[in-house]
């Protein structure tokens, strides 16, 4: 079995900084990518950023480039997402992803952390 635990988020204003992070355990044989998505009240859950394994190649969404930095720590499992320049559209549910092949082999899965709210005041 595989868990995603998030920490971090919080309260900001406006053009202050947040960080995040999601450490994965449990029975992981391979992560593939890691990343952050968001869900406002009402919205659709979004890609926010995402970097996969070795390589460590990074997809960000239009709306945070040059403000978000997501990074990870292979050797701890864990992915971290800085967030700068906060916006009160940045206020949401972050929840961290993971594509994961489990110790017993298989296929990769999808995996969810139980999500870490943002609140960003203006």
């Known amino acids: 079995q595989v868990q995603l635990v998030e920490s971090g988020g919080g309260l900001v204003q406006a053009g202050g900084s947040l960080s995040v992070s999601c450490a994965a355990s449990?029975?992981?044989?391979?992560?593939?990518?890691m990343g952050w998505y968001r869900q406002a009240p009402g919205e659709e859950r979004e890609l926010v950023a995402a970097?996969?394994?070795?390589?460590?190649?990074?997809n960000y969404a239009d709306s945070v480039k040059g403000r978000f930095t997501i990074s990870r720590d292979d050797a701890k499992n864990t992915v971290y997402l800085q967030m700068n320049s906060l916006k009160p559209e940045d206020a949401a549910v972050y929840y961290c992803?993971?594509?994961?092949?489990?110790?017993?082999?298989?296929?990769?899965?999808?995996?969810w952390g139980q999500g870490t709210q943002v609140t960003v005041s203006s």
């Open positions: 992803n993971a594509v994961i092949r489990a110790s017993g082999g298989g296929s990769f899965k999808n995996y």
């Open positions: 970097i996969v394994s070795g390589g460590g190649a990074t």
């Open positions: 449990g029975s992981i044989g391979r992560i593939l990518a």
